[in-house]
């Protein structure tokens, strides 16, 4: 490997590519596709991505990750114009980092394919692989390197047949339940509501919803560009949105749990949770804070806070047990699913499911949360 690559490599696994603070070159990475949908059986997720660039440059780095961690890498096959080029790959957190490097600005700037990459996934839910983080390099009369992107990051989103993403509904079904990657931060209030443009949610189902829940500060994205709409819910990330819709003073609370430490972003929202009631622990000392949340459990926590916000509630749908999973609901969360699906917070899918045991996405709640707004405005 040559001195230059070295270096790349070097800072691409501490820095994990961290950007340049130089002048933006711009640049084009897309993938040879933005949605995915596998068959029933279907495992093998693979997609080229491409590189259009305004002027030469001698290589480049990419960050791409899965929304899940039960979409699994598996390899990455350059073009063969690139094989004989130096090369970096690496995984931090779940997230790929590979790049090549050449010692003079020998590509050009039309547009060429750079790699393939390969997956596999075998859930039912909805799932996306992200371009999060990329940069050129170029090389300078020096021989210096430096260089920056101004690319958009890109986004791809794997499906599965028969399953639906739309409404309050949930994406992926029950069964093993797998720690989320990816935590929500606290909201960033440097940027107004209209600063915030999120590439992953163009023409999504929840846009008006997730930009409506940023603007009120009930969520934020995973970074200024990305929102990561198809991402699941933590119990967590849960009774935080909660918390923060009902603007209640929460900095006094104390954890009872001793897996929720105090530095968590969540800590004081959980606490605050379980002394009005919202949210109930799965032992006297334990919280699973981490855990994906149910969309029985999530209505289990919506009908407790409204409660106690002592809002009146109707009574529970009939129409809920037409579905033919409905047996598979708890008993402890019958009556609030049926509450829920009768205020329309909760919905079915296509497939006649109402799926109590699947996880609940960051876009899914976004609209539950503009759904309980419009609910208050009109009772209280």
Known sequence: MNKIAKKLFSAAVIVCLSISSVAAYAAQITPS???ITLGKNDKEISFDIFLEADSAYAGAE??????????????LVLSDELQNESKVQTIKDGCLYFGFFSNTNKYS?????????????SGSGIRTISLVESKIVIVDKTGKTNGDTSSSPFTVSITRQGTSGGGGGSSSSGGSIKEPDIIIPIPDTSKTYSDKKFADINGHWAKNDIYSGVKNGLFAGISDTIFDPDGTVTRAMAVTVLGRFSKDNTESAVSAFTDVTADKYYANYVSWGAENGVVKGISETEFAPESAVTREQMSAMIVRYLNYEEI????????IKEHSDYEQ?????KEDMAICY?????KGHDSGLIEPNGNLTRAQ???IMARISTYFKNTK
């Open 365 to 367: 709640l976004a609209s």
């Open 329 to 333: 609901i708890s008993d402890y969360a």
């Open 62 to 75: 990419f960050g791409i990750k899965p929304s899940q961690s039960d979409v699994e890498f598996k390899s």
């Open 342 to 346: 009768e205020m329309g917070l909760i």
């Open 33 to 35: 596709s933005t949605s």
């Open 312 to 319: 009146p509630l109707p009574t529970g749908s009939e129409k």
């Open 109 to 121: 700037t039309e547009k060429k394919k750079i790699a393939t990459l390969n997956y596999t996934y």
